[in-house]
């Protein structure tokens, strides 16, 4: 099959998977906490048939492949008073919460698989990833894997101390005790303060090395903080981005064609990465599908959960003087503002699109 068009099917799947594994999340917990589900569809409408009926919920095949929804009873109308409007508190944010939650524990499940194929992450060794050209760590000697001992007098304990002690001694000799396989290495590089800032002053991709796995659950608890560490800087991002450490190139918002062109870039190198060479030297297998679907699965996890009527978080904002008060804001005017809010962000959403389809965001994967 074209490569192309295997990433452009792997967009579409992987993209409607994650919308309807945060519906599926809704749909279970409103079921278990006794909120009627009339409708789960798979894609959207329009309605091309039912599929069967189970439990008094419709489950419909729609035509447009690209996620799903529920269609809870009484969802968006304060006439229904046995609906989800009129339902406990704790049942409406429960629900709420659950899409997102679907959506957390699908990174976890997909940084631990990630993990078992290229092993956990010692935090407390630093190795050398990539090495620039005609960089200083490429002058003093550095050579990717690399695995770095001592800076100076002290022993290195984790990646952010060696880059304290490289801002630290910017033009100046640092000494480094480097482990090259099973030989131990003194190299002198001098960090150039004039270098640019995305390229760092020695020019090294620093990170952690990595164990194999002895079990897929010893995979767990690294997935978990890697979920955690990621979300984390996903929603500091705009922060970030005010305070000038992250450059707007760095951080634009891909829409549909920039994602269609990733998995395409993805699958391929992927793809490439797991075939038989001829050379010597083998091939490192690439998993940026997996670091994709990763990405996708947490923004709309953790956006779905940001303060903004319309989506869950928004909801749940408007149910909380109900929980801790006992006096909730009128459901007609709360239907309201969602629908207006709802509104608003399709427009906002149909002029990002416009503008992704006409000038989609430019990269190559490294």
């Given amino acids: 099959m074209n490569l192309n068009l295997l990433g452009g099917l792997t967009f579409v799947a992987v993209f409607a998977g994650i919308i309807l594994t945060h519906e599926f999340g809704h749909f279970i917990v409103a079921r278990l906490v006794g909120i009627e589900v009339e409708e789960f569809g798979v894609g959207f409408p329009p309605r091309l048939f039912t599929l069967f009926t189970w439990k008094g919920t419709k489950f419909t095949l729609n035509l447009i492949p690209l996620g799903g929804f529920n269609r809870m009873k009484g969802e968006d109308d304060p006439i229904v008073t046995d609906g989800f409007v009129y339902s406990k508190p704790w049942k409406r944010i429960l629900t709420l919460l659950a899409g997102s939650a679907m959506n957390l524990a699908t990174a976890v499940l997909a940084f631990s698989i990630l993990y078992t194929q290229i092993g956990i992450p010692d935090p407390k060794s630093v190795q050398i990833l990539e090495v620039s050209a005609n960089s200083p760590a490429q002058q003093a000697g550095l050579k990717v894997d690399d695995i770095v001992l001592n800076a100076g007098t002290q022993k290195i304990t984790s990646v952010d101390q060696f880059r304290t002690l490289i801002t630290g001694s910017l033009d100046k000799p640092l000494s480094l005790t480097i482990q090259r396989g099973k030989d ?13 800032a995305g390229e760092g002053a020695t020019g090294v991709l620093l990170g952690n090395t990595l164990h194999p796995v002895s079990s897929w659950f010893a995979t767990i608890p690294i997935s978990l903080k890697a979920t955690y560490v990621t979300g984390r800087e996903l929603l500091s991002l705009p922060g970030r981005l005010i305070a000038g450490v992250v450059k707007p190139s760095e951080a634009e918002l891909l829409g549909p064609r920039s994602i269609w062109n990733l998995f395409q870039q993805s699958v391929t190198r992927d793809v490439e990465s797991r075939q038989p060479t001829t050379s010597s030297q083998p091939q490192v297998p690439t998993n940026y599908t997996l670091t994709g679907i990763i990405s996708l699965t947490l923004s709309l996890g953790i956006i779905n ?50 503008a992704d389809f006409i000038h989609p965001v430019s990269f190559v994967l490294p």
């Fill in 305 to 354: 959960l940001l303060p903004i009527p319309a989506l869950d978080g928004g909801r749940i904002l408007f149910i909380l003087p109900e929980l801790l008060f006992k006096k909730r804001i009128s459901p007609k005017y709360e239907s309201m503002i969602h629908g207006v809010t709802f509104l608003i962000l399709i427009m906002l959403l149909g002029y990002f699109y416009i």
């Fill in 184 to 196: 131990i290495i003194d190299i002198v590089v001098t960090p150039n303060s004039k270098r640019p």
